[in-house]
């Protein structure tokens, strides 16, 4: 009779354990960390004996292909708060990651270890933003900002996977709304006569930002051009306005510690007036 074969060290193993629910099986494996130390990984609440056999198999064919990842206990909330502190965008991009991730991320999903996301999980996710996801409790999101949802989330786990958090990013898996359904509604721009007709009527009606309405007509300049515009940057001599910086919008409630708004420096341009 041929002896089983005598399990290496390190190779790992699968003990079964009691639970008030009934039998559970762990599996338990070793691997060599960063640092070069050696270390042992345990992880439990396999239902089957079967389930914990095909886990381990997993974990020992990562560490053989070197995709293994170590054990570790970040959660979603604490990666995600870490990779926006550090991320490298507009301040005003960057804001809008953070109230995304505070409103429609954090309730849901900020608790998870990293390692518990899977691609289903993030797709029930979008499922329920879709259903009730406004924050005021009326109802659910647009299927284009539950993608735009998607889109942070799979930045956020990107930086994971490059930072050896993840093996993988659970996001490439999940089932986001489709591009088609994202996309933004046609915009409807105005005839000259029904611009002609809004000047008229904001004039008569006394509007003190009549000024700003026929600036931005005459010039085609951003809003954020005009409500950043300083009075030495308009020429009145020589017809010209120069925009020189542009006001954004960082945090509607300026949230973090931040001003509601942030001036930001562009290019100069010359417009004729």
Same mark, same amino acid.
């Given at each position: ?7 290496? /060290? ?10 008030? *629910? !009934? ?13 070069? +130390? ?12 079967? /389930? ?42 960057? #804001? +809008? ?21 899977? !691609? ?34 799979? /930045? ?7 930072? !050896? ?15 088609? +359904?994202?996309? +933004? ?6 005839? *000259? ?18 000024? /700003?309405?026929?600036?931005?007509? #005459? ?26 910086? *542009? ?27």
């Amino acid at each position: 009779m041929t002896k089983p074969r005598r399990r290496q /060290a390190g190779e790992g193993g699968i003990s079964e354990y009691a639970t008030k *629910a !009934g039998p559970r099986y762990l599996i338990k494996y070793g691997y060599t960390g960063q640092d070069g +130390s050696r270390a042992v990984a345990l992880k439990r609440g396999y239902l089957t004996r079967k /389930a914990a056999g095909e886990a381990l198999r997993e974990q020992l064919g990562n560490l053989d292909r070197g995709t293994h990842v170590a054990p570790n206990k970040v959660t979603v909330g604490e990666h995600m708060a870490t990779w926006l502190d550090g991320l490298r965008k507009e301040p005003s991009t960057v #804001a +809008s990651y953070r109230k995304n991730v505070r409103l429609h991320v954090e309730p849901h999903i900020g608790a998870l270890r990293l390692e518990q996301l899977t !691609g289903t999980r993030l797709t029930k996710l979008y499922h329920q933003l879709e259903a009730t996801g406004r924050a005021d409790g009326k109802g659910g999101l647009s299927a284009r900002t539950v993608r735009y949802v998607h889109t942070i989330i799979h /930045a956020g786990l990107g930086a994971a996977v490059r930072d !050896g958090l993840l093996a993988v990013n659970p996001a490439d898996k999940a089932d986001p709304p489709s591009a088609k +359904s994202a996309a +933004s509604p046609e915009m409807r721009v105005w005839e *000259a006569d029904e611009l002609r007709a809004f000047l008229d009527q904001r004039t008569q009606a006394g509007d003190e930002l009549v000024i /700003a309405w026929s600036l931005l007509v #005459a010039t085609g300049m951003r809003r954020g051009e005009l409500i950043g515009l300083p009075l030495r940057a308009v020429d009145l001599d020589a017809a010209t306005v120069t925009i020189a910086t *542009a006001l954004v919008r960082v945090d509607e409630l300026g949230l973090d510690g931040r001003q509601p708004f942030e001036t930001v420096a562009e290019a100069v341009v010359v417009r004729d007036l």
